[in-house]
């Protein structure tokens, strides 16, 4: 193929054949290696010049066309006696986790669940939760996978939403939401209990339940909600615990697996609401297994045995894509740790010494600011990942640091993405671990840079709007074909998901997020990224975290409010201020500057549900303060 023809393959991009697309890509990555010399477009989606960090194999890899539960099985045929699962010492090797996925199946049919069926499964990660998932995969069932937090408004919506009959939930949740069920279709609830799943006496059956505290509520659970559950149990039919739920199965079932259709739908999850209200997003088999797949081909160099820490619940689609079925498709063992995680993320990864850890910028800072960990060795840790929100770069530098200080081979693994494309999109690799950037696309991934007044291509190296083309991209928004549409966009190369992020590529070819289209901050007309103020402050040496949001003003339009939560030695918090606000003045231009009251110190950031900064309450806070602070100065 000489140039000429790239060229042409260049111009019918949306109608290439699979093995067109190959070659194609080979022949870019020889031009971005400068081992085959032409002309380049500046257009990235065109170019693909981060196909230079991938193997040949890695490009010619061929998309899986089966189910997600007979990908993992194929996966693993020659690796049954592998540890699949290691819950608080539990060990379920492969072999039996996919007779219990048989079992829970059959049980599922017995209960009248057929493929279609939408499933809500109320839950963190359990044992059970994951035999369910992939037992109603083999039916065709749909698993919809709720918050446990979702307060009873939310409950009745997913409900509904999805015509669900039967609802897995753990036991402490089903008291918050029982009184709407019967504004619901569901016909039965089952409850679950993380102790459920082992037996009753020994060591573990008989400590585990104070090893895991589920959530707050959890904690404060009392003996009064003990002994209505126990009534409920007792006294509706329509509710049982999960060994009722086994032992219900008719005798003699047969379960018909549900052959493999594309784009055939296995679970919904939900968007975390950060800045928007949550969306229900369809992920379908192919998008488990893509993810999968391109990790399986990465440098990551995951391999069967090794063990990964899962402390992302399953709800997140960056907990059951990434953190569930990718390392137990590579052969892994999982660990599963259903706690919600804080600041005991140290204590964990000491406890049980994973190889890889998949985790978010508030755990990482956890670790740095934890006193136990002084001396202790953590050379076991082969990838320390951070994803789900933004890693300011003083934070990305820090936890180098301590991870080379600590013996780690790894250095902070950034990904980026978002739930509409099953998480993660793109990482960075051994070979492009940069500062400030989040790395490369994954291989089979396509990444446009769009700017937002004009809807047209950017060159490299200029910002817009991160829009993908992936095979992990999302089916739809569930019912909802108006926002389906504003997120999916046709071009003549194909369907594009339109992030919401700003973002560029560098020279490198590795891609820059500038921050959120949404956080743009526009003021007498220009536009600036909250992003960029956050990251000059977090020069400060004073400065723990912070966080810029968007204000009102009168006369401009908007204006910065910020944020500060100092470090812990800082004490002079009227001189640490007094230097922002000087830097801000001496490296923004002016007319984005926060006003001089558009400052707040705090003793820590709001996150939400799901680790991330809670922008919508900041920006509120923000409104606030703004407006009182005017009324004073009018009063004055």
């Known amino acids: 193929m000489n140039i000429d023809e790239l060229k042409e393959y260049r111009e019918k991009l949306g109608k290439l054949t699979q093995e067109e697309d190959k070659q194609r890509n080979l022949y870019l990555k020889k031009l971005a290696n400068g081992t085959l010399q032409g002309p380049l477009t500046g257009k990235q989606s065109i170019d693909k010049t981060w196909l230079k960090y991938y193997s040949d194999e890695a490009i010619l890899i061929d998309l899986p066309e089966m189910t997600a539960l007979n990908y993992m099985k194929t996966n693993n045929k020659n690796n049954s006696n592998g540890i699949a699962l290691n819950f608080f010492g539990l060990k379920i090797t492969y072999k039996k986790l996919f007779e219990k996925i048989d079992e829970v199946a059959e049980s599922l049919v017995s209960y009248g ?17 994951i035999f369910l998932l992939y037992a109603l995969n083999k039916i065709g069932a749909i698993s919809d996978l709720t918050d446990l937090r979702t307060d009873s408004n939310g409950m009745k919506h997913y409900l509904n939403e999805g015509k669900t009959k039967l609802v897995f939930t753990l036991d402490s949740c089903y008291l918050g939401f029982k009184d709407i069920l019967n504004e619901t279709s569901v016909e039965n609830v089952v409850l679950l209990n993380p102790t459920d799943i082992v037996p009753l006496v020994g060591k573990i059956g008989n400590s585990l339940k104070e090893k895991i505290e589920l959530t707050k509520e959890e904690k404060r ?29 008719k005798k003699n079932i047969t379960v018909s697996e549900k052959k493999y259709e594309k ?9 975390s609401g950060t800045t928007s209200t949550p969306k229900s997003v369809v992920l379908t088999n192919d998008n488990f297994n893509a993810m999968a797949l391109q990790y399986s081909v990465s440098d990551f160099k995951y391999s069967v045995g090794e063990s990964l820490l899962n402390i992302i619940p399953m709800f997140v689609a960056y907990g059951v894509v990434n953190s569930l079925h990718m390392p137990l498709c590579l052969g892994m063992t999982n660990i599963v740790y259903p706690k919600v995680v804080n600041d005991d993320f140290p204590d964990i990864i000491n406890k049980f010494k994973p190889n890889h850890v998949i985790a978010i ?13 002084e ?43 978002m739930t509409e494309i099953s998480a993660c999109a793109v990482t960075n690799t051994n070979n492009t671990s940069k500062i400030g950037s989040v ?42 074909e108006t926002a389906t549409n504003k997120a999916l966009k046709k071009h003549e190369d194909g369907t594009w998901l339109y992030s919401g992020d700003l973002g560029h590529f560098d020279k490198d070819s ?94 820590e950031l709001p996150h939400t549900k799901n680790g991330k900064l809670d922008l919508n309450l900041l920006e509120n806070i923000a ?3 703004v407006e009182t602070t005017n009324k004073r100065q009018k009063s004055r």
């Open 113 to 129: 669940v057929r493929a279609g069926d939408i499933v809500v499964i109320n839950s963190v990660t359990l044992p059970q939760t």
């Open 221 to 249: 659970k009392n003996k009064k909600e003990k002994e209505e559950l126990n009534y409920i149990l007792k006294s509706d039919k329509k509710v049982c615990n999960w060994n009722t739920f086994l032992s219900n199965k």
């Open 263 to 271: 784009d055939y739908p296995m679970a919904v999850v939900h968007t």
């Open 361 to 373: 910028p508030m755990h990482w800072e956890f670790m740095l600011h934890n006193k136990n960990m």
């Open 375 to 417: 001396g202790k060795d953590l050379s076991f840790l082969k990838t320390a990942a951070c994803g789900g929100d933004k890693l300011n770069v003083e934070l990305e530098k820090e936890m180098n640091d301590f991870l080379q200080k600590h013996n780690s081979g790894s250095k902070i693994v950034k990904g980026y993405g």
């Open 439 to 480: 790395g490369i696309p994954l291989v089979k991934n396509n990444i446009k840079i769009i700017d937002s007044e004009t809807g047209l291509e950017v060159n490299t190296g200029q910002k817009g709007e991160i829009c993908f083309k992936s095979p992990t991209t999302m089916k739809e928004y569930f019912n909802d």
């Open 510 to 603: 590795t891609l820059v997020v500038d921050g959120r289209l949404k956080r743009l901050i526009i003021r007498r007309g220009f536009k600036l990224s909250a992003v960029a103020i956050e990251d000059l402050i977090m020069k400060n040496s004073n400065i723990d975290s912070c966080a810029v949001v968007k204000a009102p003003h009168e006369e401009d339009g908007e204006t910065p409010f910020v944020y500060l939560v100092l470090k812990e030695k800082a004490t002079n918090k009227s001189e640490i201020l007094d230097e922002v606000r000087k830097m801000c003045i001496s490296q923004l231009p002016e007319y984005f500057v926060p006003e001089f009251d558009n400052y707040l110190i705090v003793n």
């Open 623 to 625: 409104t606030n303060e």
